[in-house]
């Protein structure tokens, strides 16, 4: 095998193999995605060893090994490690459709908190929950429903002879702000009961997750997050404009809708396994970026970045309130507008806006 260094700073490097095989690997993209691996994996561990039973990191990587007692097998197996690993998957599909939105509409807030997809996935389980009062299963289905109709209804009005970013944008914004309207309608349409559970489920929570959400979860993440991730390539290219994108041979169209079909089903599966969790798909591919300091979608990045992000502000929601925890989704919000109002201003700055 034999590597070369590409570009001055040496941040990439082609590998070729002995088969005749090459590819390139930007090495400081590389350490990143391994540094956020292990933030993920630590604040699992602690996650997991958090609660009235408190567990140390060893007896959780013990009891992970099949090592524990059975009471920490009972613990960290069907109480705990469901909620770690729910919670890996959704940053994780948060994180990749974000930076697909982005990278499509060229646009640092065009992700789909914005676009209105995750309002639109809240409105097909506020919809079931109001008016069905249908159980955990069906709201999941109602929210996935509402986030795939919400995604084909933006992309047929912003098309003309083609989706461009400013139109996806602006349609989106207006689709936010009438699903956001419509969500209000039903919450004072329903009982006390209703809506109660309504809001619980609209503030975005990682708690009582088990085994049920992981394994669908799980197999939508598997198929379609490679699935981004082979037209990566495409994606690259289409960042620099369709023009170019069709002279360098990609089929912007029908990736364009196939990238955005995959991203909104990942959006609207991960609000149905954890209700909407605000912020998270629009500052992970940007804080991936500005890491990596790498130019292209940084998918495998903004993948890892979200998992990080999510399970850290679960973390911080359980522990750093003392015995009152609190919603994953409130400290995500508080966390992501601290992130926007800094974007904003360092922008203004730098004279962009």
Same mark, same amino acid.
């Given at each position: 095998m034999k590597t070369r260094t590409k570009g001055g700073a040496g941040a990439v490097r082609a590998v070729r193999t002995g088969g005749g095989l090459s590819f390139r690997v930007d090495v400081r993209a590389f350490v990143v995605i391994v540094l956020l691996a292990a933030v993920a994996a630590g604040a699992g561990i602690v996650l997991i060893g958090s609660g009235d039973y408190a567990m140390t990191p060893g007896e959780v990587v013990s009891t992970l090994f099949g090592h524990g007692t059975f009471q920490q097998e009972f613990i960290v197996t069907d109480v705990r490690l469901p909620r770690v690993l729910v919670g890996l998957l959704v940053g994780a599909a948060l994180g990749v459709g974000g930076a697909v939105f982005q990278t499509i509409s060229r646009n640092p807030l065009g992700s789909p908190d914005v676009l209105g997809f995750g309002q639109g996935a809240t409105v097909g389980a506020l919809t079931v929950i109001v008016l069905f009062q249908g159980g955990a299963a069906v709201v999941a289905g109602g929210a996935v429903v509402g986030g795939l109709l919400t995604g084909a209804a933006v992309y047929l009005l912003a098309w003309k002879r083609g989706v461009h970013g400013y139109r996806l944008v602006l349609v989106g914004i207006g689709a936010a702000a009438m699903l956001t309207a419509a969500t209000q309608y039903l919450i004072t349409k329903a009982d006390l009961v209703d809506a109660t559970r309504a809001v619980v489920w609209m503030t975005g929570s990682l708690d009582g997750r088990d085994w049920a959400q992981v394994w669908p979860l799980l197999a939508v993440c598997g198929l379609l997050i490679p699935l981004v991730f082979g037209h990566g390539r !495409?994606?690259?290219?289409?960042?620099? @404009?369709?023009? &170019?994108?069709?002279? %360098?041979?990609?089929?912007?169209?029908?990736? *364009? +809708?196939?990238?955005?079909?995959?991203?909104?089903?990942?959006? !609207?599966?991960?609000?149905?396994?954890? @209700?909407?969790? &605000?912020?998270?798909? %629009?500052?992970?591919?940007?804080?991936?970026? *500005? +890491?990596?300091?790498?130019?292209?979608?940084?998918?495998?990045? !903004?993948?890892?970045?979200?998992?990080?992000?999510?399970?850290?502000?679960?973390?911080?929601?359980?522990d750093a309130f003392g015995d009152r925890q609190l919603p994953v989704g409130v400290v995500t919000g508080v966390l992501g507008g601290c992130y926007l109002l800094w974007l904003l201003v360092s922008e203004r700055r730098a004279g962009r806006i």
């Open positions: !495409a994606l690259r290219m289409m960042e620099m @404009g369709d023009d &170019a994108a069709y002279a %360098l041979g990609v089929r912007v169209e029908r990736t *364009r +809708l196939v990238l955005m079909g995959c991203a909104v089903l990942l959006v !609207a599966v991960a609000t149905a396994a954890a @209700g909407p969790i &605000a912020f998270v798909s %629009l500052s992970a591919p940007q804080l991936a970026r *500005r +890491l990596t300091r790498s130019p292209g979608p940084n998918l495998a990045p !903004a993948a890892f970045m979200g998992a990080a992000l999510l399970l850290v502000a679960d973390w911080i929601a359980m």
